[in-house]
C-alpha cells in the first residue's frame, strides 16, 4: 500500500514538474532566455524564399520546398545521392537490411498469431554508428553540411523565435512491410515527445510519389498555436498517439497532408504536431530525419558532435545548434 502511494505522489510530482517546465512563459521566456538574446544579435534578414518557408510553417506546422530552391544549386543534392548510393551498397547495410527484414517478417507473424508487439525495425540506419547506435561524425558528411548551413538554421531560428539545437540525425531506409501488417509506432498517427515545439527537416532521398512508399503525412495546423493543437495533445514528458481512426473522425480530410514528392524535396515540419509515415508495401523509402529543439529538451542526442576545433569554424549559429 506504502508502495503503491508513494509511487502515486512519485507521479504527480512528475506531471507538476513538467506541466510547468513547458508552461509557455517558463520554455520561452526563461529556460529560452539566452538563446533568444543570441538570435536577436544575429539581426537576420530572410531573403523571399526562406520567408516563405517561415511563414507557412507558423501557419500550417509544415512547409515542402525543392532542395535545389532552397540552396539555390543542384550541387548539395547530387553530393547527398552519391553518399547514399555509397552506404546502400555497404556490405555491413546490406546484412543488417537482410537482418531486420527477416525479424520483420518473424514478429509480424508472431503478431497476428498472439497479437504480440512490433518492435520499431522497419527501417536499416545508413549513418555509420558505433556500438550503441550513436551516429558517428564524419568530416565530408553532406546532410551535416546543409544542415549547417544558414539557409536551414536561419529558417529553423526564426521559427522558433531562438537558436535551436540539434537533437537528433537520422538517415534510414525504410523496409516494406509484410502484407497485412498493422501500422504501428511511427506509422501510426502521434506527436513526439522531445519538445514543446519541434522542427525536422526532412529530405526524400527516393521519390515518393504514391502511398505505398509511405509519405509522411500531417495534420496542418497542429502544431503549438495551431488549430489542432488540443487534438490529442502531448503528455509531457510524453508525446501521443490517438486511437488508431481517431484523428479522422476529428480532422478534415483537407488539413490532412499527404507528402508525395519526388527525390530532392525538403520537409520542414514541426513534429510535435500529429503526425506519420514508413508504412511501405511497394517502395523502399530513404529518407533523411533530423531533428532540431530547444535548449530546453532534455531528450539525449544520438550522434557524437564535432571536435570544438571543427566546430569553432563553423558559423556562429551552426555553433550553437552543435555545442553542449
Not at 544549386?73 to 556490405?91: I, N, T
Not at 531486420?100 to 508487439?117: D, F, I, M, P, V
Not at 558528411?141 to 549547417?148: G, T
Request: proline letters at 7%; hydrophobic letters at 40%; aromatic letters at 10%.
Amino acid at each position: 500500500m506504502a508502495t503503491s502511494f508513494a509511487k502515486v505522489q512519485a507521479e504527480r510530482i512528475s506531471h507538476l514538474y513538467h506541466r510547468l517546465r513547458n508552461a509557455w512563459p517558463i520554455w520561452f521566456y526563461v529556460l529560452n532566455a539566452r538563446p533568444r538574446r543570441l538570435w536577436r544579435q544575429e539581426r537576420v534578414q530572410l531573403d523571399a524564399v526562406q520567408q516563405t518557408i517561415a511563414e507557412t510553417l507558423a501557419r500550417d506546422g509544415i512547409a515542402i520546398i525543392p532542395l535545389k530552391d532552397i540552396m539555390k544549386s543542384d550541387a548539395f543534392f547530387a553530393g547527398m545521392r552519391a553518399y547514399v548510393e555509397k552506404r546502400l551498397a555497404d556490405p555491413a547495410v546490406i546484412a543488417e537490411g537482410a537482418r531486420r527484414k527477416t525479424l520483420l517478417a518473424e514478429r509480424s507473424q508472431e503478431g497476428k498469431k498472439s497479437g504480440g508487439k512490433y518492435l520499431k525495425d522497419f527501417w536499416v540506419s545508413l549513418f555509420p554508428a558505433d556500438e550503441q547506435g550513436k551516429v558517428l561524425y564524419e568530416k565530408d558528411n553532406p546532410f551535416l553540411k546543409f544542415l549547417m548551413t544558414r539557409r536551414v538554421l536561419d529558417v529553423a531560428a526564426t521559427y522558433f523565435g531562438f537558436l535551436p539545437k540539434l537533437n537528433s540525425f537520422m538517415l534510414q531506409q525504410t523496409l516494406l512491410v509484410p502484407p497485412g501488417a498493422p501500422a504501428y509506432l511511427s506509422q501510426r498517427w502521434h506527436r513526439d515527445p522531445e519538445d514543446k515545439k519541434m522542427l525536422k527537416v526532412f529530405i526524400y532521398m527516393t521519390d515518393v510519389n504514391d502511398v505505398g512508399a509511405g509519405p509522411f503525412t500531417y495534420v496542418k495546423g497542429s502544431q503549438l498555436g495551431g488549430r489542432w493543437r488540443h487534438v490529442f495533445p502531448q503528455r509531457p514528458p510524453a508525446g501521443s498517439y490517438p486511437p488508431e481512426g481517431e484523428v479522422e473522425k476529428i480532422v478534415p480530410k483537407s488539413d490532412i497532408q499527404v507528402c508525395l514528392a519526388p527525390a530532392g524535396t525538403v520537409i520542414f515540419c514541426d513534429t510535435s504536431g500529429l503526425h506519420r509515415g514508413g508504412y511501405s508495401t511497394t517502395t523502399q523509402r530513404v529518407l533523411l530525419l533530423p531533428a532540431f529543439s530547444s535548449r530546453a529538451s532534455k531528450n539525449p542526442i544520438n550522434f557524437h558532435r564535432p571536435d570544438q576545433s571543427v566546430i569553432a569554424g563553423m558559423n556562429p549559429v551552426a555553433q550553437y545548434a552543435l555545442l553542449p
